[in-house]
């Protein structure tokens, strides 16, 4: 059983920047791809970015330039660097990481607000 903790969230003016983490259990962690997804109030859930095993990334096109996934196998942990932060990146942030075909591992998910 895999199990994702994500840590980091909270509320940030508009410009401003915030780090957050997902550690995961187990020492299964490097080997495989995991992504970065978030939900604002009333829309469905969507994809924010996914790093590989390998460390390749890849960003939605409404957070390019601004946010960076990476990952520390060392420590367990990826992490989704924001910055210049706007009122429409506030939602729940979730960390999966995707174990094989049809199955895959959610965090509890951090809150993010973006308001001044």
């Known amino acids: 059983q895999v199990q994702l903790v994500e840590s980091g969230g909270g509320l940030v003016q508009p410009g401003g920047s915030l780090r957050l983490s997902c550690a995961a259990s187990?020492?299964?962690?490097?080997?495989?791809?995991m992504g970065w997804y978030r939900q604002a109030p009333g829309k469905e859930r969507e994809l924010v970015a996914t790093?590989?095993?390998?460390?390749?990334?890849n960003y939605a096109d409404s957070v390019k330039s601004r946010f960076t996934t990476s990952r520390d196998s060392a420590k367990n942990t990826v992490y989704l660097q924001m910055n210049s932060l706007k009122p429409e990146d506030t939602g729940i942030y979730y960390c999966?990481?995707?174990?094989?075909?049809?199955?895959?591992?959610w965090g509890q998910g951090t809150q993010v607000t973006v308001s001044s």
């Open positions: 187990g020492s299964i962690f490097s080997t495989y791809d």
């Open positions: 790093i590989t095993s390998g460390g390749s990334t």
């Open positions: 999966k990481l995707f174990f094989r075909i049809g199955v895959a591992y």
